[in-house]
């Protein structure tokens, strides 16, 4: 590509205003070039410092540019994703990836068929210190589980806290669940079913995986803890004793960064396939229905 990407963003939200545009405009492969949101309003106050130009609906968004970056809640990103893909358009796609894994595999199968490229904005899983933990933990045999803890108090205050889908009784599940369960499949390989799944009264989640190969691994997992800062931490363990993940945690705009540097490299080489693309998220779709299943 000789010119920079053309990126419209749906959706003008605390997430679109932290990190998809100033990602889009710093990226010296990629132009903010169109918003589209449901306030207007909202839509022209985070166009403005990117000069991008403010459109009154998907359909106009569409036709300027190469790429959609959604920023949107699960069951809308579901709804308009397979429209842009359709449209030939590569996706920056958020997590979830849908409402369910029905809406999922619609938004996989329009990628598919319009060979697009398609990458879910996993966050930690761009960061460099994640990506050397797993490349150390492949060179090695033995590990048998792991575990991981994600606490933190987003929906008790600030930006998230007026988020109504993330307020919901699966909302923390389904909003920091994508990036717990996804580094514990990474880690450990793939998560083939839920063991034990409780939500308590407080909203505090504690969960047991089976992986491949009959490893195991547990999650702990709560939005709603006042717990400052946040408790994010990872470990596998086995014959050669535990691997944390260790290492300062990347901020999410330099992880953005990392992310729109590999969907670049895809478009321009041709390639669909991806470690974090739309396939990914189907995958994640599903173990988080599975989840939620084990828990009712």
């Not at 930690?124 to 797993?134: G, I, K, M, N, Q």
Request: proline residues 5%; negative net charge.
């Amino acid at each position: 590509m000789d010119e920079a990407l053309r990126v419209g963003v749906v959706g003008a939200g605390p997430w679109a205003h932290r990190v998809h545009g100033p990602g889009l405009y710093e990226h010296p492969g990629t132009r903010l070039a169109a918003v589209w949101a449901r306030r207007p309003d909202v839509a022209k106050t985070f166009a403005e410092p990117y000069d991008a130009a403010v459109v009154d609906g998907f359909d106009e968004l569409l036709e300027s540019v190469d790429a959609v970056a959604f920023a949107v809640p699960p069951a809308v990103q579901a709804e308009f994703a397979p429209q842009a893909a359709r449209a030939g358009k590569h996706l920056v796609l958020e997590k979830p990836l849908a409402a369910d894994p029905a809406g999922a595999r619609r938004i996989v199968e329009a990628v598919d068929d319009a060979r697009v490229a398609a990458l879910m904005m996993l966050t930690r899983r761009f960061a460099p210190e994640v990506r050397e933990w797993l490349a150390g933990l492949r060179e090695r045999d033995g590990w048998q589980g792991g575990t991981g803890r994600w606490l933190a108090g987003g929906l008790l205050a600030g930006d998230y806290a007026m988020s109504e889908w993330r307020q919901e009784q699966y909302g923390p599940l389904i909003d920091a669940g994508p990036h717990a369960i996804d580094l514990l499949d990474a880690a450990l390989g793939e998560i083939e079913q839920v063991h034990y799944a409780h939500r308590s009264s407080d909203g505090l989640w504690q969960i047991v995986f089976g992986h491949a190969g009959d490893l195991t691994s547990t999650l702990t997992l709560s939005l709603r803890m006042p717990v400052q800062p946040s408790l994010v931490d990872f470990a596998v363990y086995g014959e050669h004793g535990q691997a944390p993940l260790l290492g300062r945690r990347t901020a999410a705009r330099e992880c953005y960064a990392r992310m729109l540097d590999d969907l670049l490299a895809m478009i321009r080489e041709e390639r669909t396939e991806h470690s974090c693309d739309v396939r990914r998220g189907l995958h994640l779709q599903q173990v988080l229905a599975d989840v939620q299943q084990a828990a009712s």
